[in-house]
């Protein structure tokens, strides 16, 4: 058993708390390698913004569970160590476990040194979802570790999450899905959904715009209980482009519009979640630097500026879209 606190993590509710009282969202990004942590921590040090440290079931196997508990525990020392260079604070992170599809695999993910975990049981009968998630909070909670259920399915695909259809929350189940699991979060299905193809919309059409109605009554039924955003990426379309210029194909991805996400970290979400536009940022500098270098070889040289190009894609999320940035 490795316990969190000793790897320097911190769980979720404290940061959650902060967020709500003062009306903005904590940044949730997904890495799977080096540069993408590299560039997470170097972002949110400089911006001083607490972050959560998101991995996934896909995450996990391709990075293996145990290399990626000493990445993490190296990212709060790479945390350390920029804050003591720039005069800055340090910043809390948390490391969590995003979309676990089972009761044995958040408790894997405890014993790790996870400081939160999600059991995603929305694919699931209510009361089955109700069950698997009480069983983890059961446990998680034994080691103060903090657990995010999920009502509502989003539709898209990302790693291992799969769903053609989706699935709005309704409001009447989630006071009763707080009370009988114990969570201490709960994302909810308002119109975001995975992937980078979030909605289809003709050329010159806007996505259509969130369901806030869904989100205000939530907040009616559960009021000061901490919202999350799945699938909140925004499709950045500049990256789209150099994709596309540099030999790719990613006609017709969208996602959900900044403003949109920007007005849903005023209100009770408190944590969103972003992985798709870091995989876009990093894949658009890749294929730039190839296709402008075709004799490179090197992956530093294509790596290195795919993480520059990342620090600065998260920096502006946290400034300008979360409202996390200098709130620690």
């Keep these: 058993m490795v316990y969190y606190s000793e790897l320097g993590f911190v769980n979720t509710k404290e940061m959650f708390r902060d967020a709500f009282e003062k009306g903005y969202a904590v940044p949730a ?5 080096m540069e993408q942590l590299q560039a997470i921590i170097t972002a949110c040090t400089m911006t001083q913004s607490p972050v959560i440290l998101q991995v996934s079931k896909g995450a ?16 709060v020392e790479l945390m350390k160590e920029i804050a003591s260079q720039n ?19 958040c408790k894997s993910c405890v014993d790790m040194g996870f400081s939160s975990v999600m059991i995603d049981g929305s694919h699931l009968p209510y009361d089955e979802n109700v069950a698997v998630t009480r069983q983890v909070v059961e446990y998680a909670h034994k080691y103060d570790v903090t657990v995010e259920g999920e009502l509502g399915v989003l539709a898209g695909i990302e790693d291992d999450v799969k769903a053609e259809h989706h699935t ?23 119109g975001t959904s995975h992937g980078a193809y979030k909605f289809k919309v003709k050329e010159g059409e806007e996505p259509p715009p969130l369901r806030f109605d869904i989100l205000q009554e939530v907040e009616k039924r559960i009021p000061g209980f901490p919202i999350v955003l799945h699938g909140a990426s925004s499709v950045l379309q500049e990256y789209v482009k150099i994709i596309n ?25 408190c944590k969103i979640n972003i992985d798709s536009d870091g995989r876009l940022v990093m894949t658009a500098k890749v294929r730039e630097v190839l296709w ?3 004799k490179e070889f090197d992956p530093r040289k294509y790596l290195g500026p795919a993480r520059d190009e990342l620090i600065k894609m998260y920096e502006r999320k946290n400034k300008e879209v979360l409202g996390s940035a200098f709130r620690v």
């Design 292 to 294: 402008n270098k075709p």
């Design 168 to 190: 709005y929350t309704n409001p009447d189940d989630v006071e009763d899905f707080v009370n009988k699991t114990g969570v201490d979060s709960l994302a909810i299905a308002i």
């Design 87 to 105: 005069n800055l604070k340090e910043i809390p992170i948390a490391l969590h476990l995003d979309h676990g599809d089972s009761f044995e695999l």
């Design 29 to 33: 990004y997904n890495f799977n390698n």
């Design 60 to 75: 996990r196997n391709y990075a293996n569970q145990t290399l990626l508990r000493w990445m993490g525990q190296g990212a």
């Design 245 to 269: 210029k540099y030999g790719g194909n990613l006609e017709g991805a969208v996602g959900v519009p900044e403003s949109q996400l920007r007005k849903a970290a005023k209100s009770s979400v």
